[in-house]
């Protein structure tokens, strides 16, 4: 597990031995909103010699008010995105040595949301990321989120020319109770109180993501998007595929 909090993780970590006893689970610091953090992460993992059949990029935060990164890119686009996007690419060598050893698939999960229906007008806005005029936090959610079904669908393309046994794929994993919504007051006392009755449980949230990243029915399916545990299609942004490959080159200038 690559976790921000230690001390989280910690509790996680034993939570999951006390259920399964035979669980062998690892928690490494990894902070997805520094950019080296993700490099030091990177290196951890890949020099450990640990086989990678499976990453899901999960991280996320939502609707803050307009701040910068470590790096100086709006919080909620390096996080949610820049960062998942240098940490794919830093894992890949090992993530390819392991399906060609493993004779087994990998897939890379990227969680979206169906927030990426509603980012600003022009879906990624390339000149004014860092622009706090005209900032919405929503639509930055949602800028970032898009950005995720279009990463997968960027590397999957780019996977299959390669010829590696990877798939990548995106999803929606349904509104969840988690603390998602801790920087905006108003929906996260809304959540507390209304959640338990509307919102999916942390296990149902998970569903989609599990299945994705594990039931053989989704074997050889790539550059797709999941709501529901089911196909789905996301707008139509998010299947475009030039702005797929300019968002790639545009993160690829960030995280230089």
Known sequence: MGVRNMAAGKDVKEAIVKEIPTAKIDAIELDLSSLSSVRKFASEFNSSGRPLNILINNAGIMATPFMLSKDNIELQFATNHVGHFLLTNLLLDTMKKTAHKSSKEGRIVNVSSEAHR????????????NDPSGYS??????????ANILHANELAKRLKEDGADITANSLHPGAIVTNLFRHNSTINGLVHLLGRAVLKSVQQGAATTCYVALHPQVKG??????????????????????LAKKLWDFSMDLVK
């Open 221 to 242: 399916v790539t550059g797709e998007y999941f709501s529901d545990s089911n196909l789905a299609k996301p707008r139509p942004q998010g299947q475009d595929l030039d």
């Open 137 to 146: 936090s929503f639509a930055a959610y949602g800028q970032s989120k898009l």
């Open 118 to 129: 509603y980012p600003y007008r022009e879906g990624i806005r390339f000149d004014k990321i």
